[in-house]
């Protein structure tokens, strides 16, 4: 099923993804090309990939992302930096910037740190809206103004605690962390992009630590995320035990297991320059472009939990 785009949106869309293209391509970038289908999906907790029913009885799944297979062909070639907006999909997704199908652009850069990236990425929505102004702030930073803390245990859960929430005791560091950022995050409305970088260690997910942060970044235009960055894990061991502790968080929620992808954990192991790499949701950002609060009228991709109910 589309969702019907008229004329001008179709036109607005081809010249979007040529302004994308266009960005990459001269700053040296090359595009490639991924497998929507994967034999082994990602593991992250909070995202559903849909089941295909393979030959012989086997099991297959659409990708959620491109990321398991650009970080393989990362590291299996000599590639310095590639781009994919790549068809990814997602189950269980709801509300009006969520679609089961939608387009991701994710791209990838060796011998780049995470301030590199974000400057390049900064770069990058100047070109798509040079009239919205850009900040930049830690985690540390945003939760001191916000919330007088910084997003260690203790003081998030006297906090909590404070405000009458029940069951702190039985919660993780995540559900505390989100309890108290969510309710800020209208904030950030206002401020037109906002770059929230240096996450706890606890939220580290496939990024590097350093100095007890977590090298990763959000990026947020008018309140709406359209990305996230890791300046990458490149150590198998690491990797392998992020996966193991995402499989035990899937399993913990009432979630089928996967199976732990070996061959992902070790796609950047040999790399010895730093790696940095970039999501965006396309579709987003392009409505966000065409000044659409939503992506109705903007996005041909259905969304199937809801319109399916």
Known sequence: MTHLLSKDVW????LFRKLTRNFFEERGYLEVE????????????????????LEKKKRGFLNTSPEVNLKKLLGSCQLPKIFELAHSYRGGEKGEWHRSEFI?????????????????????????FPDIPQHRLTV??????????????EEMTRVLVENGVEGVESMDFGECF?????????????????????YPTELSSYSKVKGDLAQRFEVYIHGIEVGNAYEERTDKKEMLSQLEKEQEERISMGKDPL???ESFASALDHIEESVSGMAMGWDRLFA?????SDLKGNCPYPNWTEDLD
């Open 288 to 292: 966000i472009w065409q000044g659409a």
């Open 11 to 14: 036109e607005k869309r081809a």
């Open 259 to 261: 199976v732990v992808d």
């Open 140 to 153: 540390n930073e945003w939760f001191q103004q916000h919330l007088g803390i910084v997003p260690v245990r």
């Open 178 to 198: 989100f309890r108290l950022f969510l309710p800020t995050e209208s904030r950030l409305e206002s401020m037109g992009v906002v770059f929230l970088s240096e």
């Open 104 to 128: 991701m652009l994710e791209w990838y850069a060796r011998d780049c740190q995470m301030f590199e990236m974000m400057g390049e990425v900064s770069e990058f929505l100047t070109t798509l």
């Open 34 to 53: 991924t497998p929507h289908l994967l034999r082994y999906p990602s593991l992250e907790p909070h995202l559903d990939p849909y089941a295909v029913e």
